[in-house]
């Protein structure tokens, strides 16, 4: 299959550095601690806020929040690739080949997705299983719905940063946007802290926003906060953003071609 190639140049590219492997791999470690201090604090010292969340449970949702990032990363993606081949001037050279370059850019990423998940997500995952023992999906049923709705994440997320990337046709480079952008994701997302703890006022805004479905709603489901028909429902809303963003990345597409401004050399 053509994505095992994809594959196998991504294993080449992240285990070429085997230092910085292993500098990436504990610095998901020291995450996972720091997030143990900080709610460890929190649930000591204000436990009345949490009302009937459990520790482990919220817990638990952050560390797969940390381990998502791993491999849904912001660092990486089609925003990367776009914007290095449009700074460089390479986008000529991938127009003119025979594959399609939405399906060049998507092979690469989701190639790059199945080694960070087999490595940098893996080990960090185990630590925390034996070391903290988080929390694991209760049921076969759960784990599976999980495992649906990491995949409509990636999808999703992959239609998002590629629009993203597609600005930098305009500016020629992100430098200025990724910043933003990461934030962005960061806070709308609730990768780090449970779209449910934030202000009442505040969550109907993020739930009809994109982000929530890159990470809330898999790690909700982890951790059983969604469950049964509600994951699915959840599911459904993932699916549907990733055919909103799909379509909304073709059109652009489509449009940019026309507009393409070669810089290099």
């Not at 092979?107 to 790059?112: A, K, T, W």
Request: a positive charge; zero cysteines; aromatic letters at 16%.
């Amino acid at each position: 299959m053509l994505i095992g190639t994809f594959i196998r140049q991504a294993f080449l590219k992240w285990t070429a550095y085997r230092t910085a492997f292993w500098v990436d791999v504990f610095s998901r470690l020291l995450q996972i601690y720091v997030m143990y201090a900080v709610w460890s604090l929190l649930y000591r010292e204000k436990p009345a806020v949490f009302g009937a969340l459990s520790f482990s449970g919220v817990f638990g949702y952050a560390v797969v929040g940390i381990l998502l990032g791993a491999v849904l990363s912001l660092d990486e993606g089609p925003h990367v690739r776009i914007a290095e081949r449009v700074r460089t001037g390479m986008i000529a050279v991938e127009l003119m080949k025979p594959v399609s370059f939405v399906r060049l850019i998507a092979l690469e990423s989701f190639g790059d997705l199945a080694i960070r998940l087999a490595l940098y997500a893996a080990i960090p995952y185990l630590f925390a299983l034996a070391v903290f023992r988080i929390p694991v999906p209760g049921t076969p049923e759960q784990a599976a719905l999980f495992a649906v709705s990491l995949a409509m994440s990636a999808v999703v997320q992959f239609f998002s940063h590629f629009l993203f990337g597609l600005i930098s046709f305009y500016t020629l480079d992100l430098v200025g946007f990724q910043f933003a952008y990461w934030a962005m994701v960061r806070f709308f997302s609730g990768q780090w802290i449970p779209l449910y703890l934030y202000p009442d006022a505040l969550r109907p805004f993020l739930y009809a926003l994109p982000f929530q479905a890159m990470f809330a709603t898999p790690q909700s489901i982890y951790v059983g906060q969604l469950h049964g028909t509600e994951a699915m429902w959840a599911i459904v809303v993932q699916g549907l953003w990733a055919i909103v963003l799909g379509a909304g990345s073709g059109a652009a597409w489509r449009q940019i071609q026309r507009h393409v401004i070669i810089q290099g050399g």
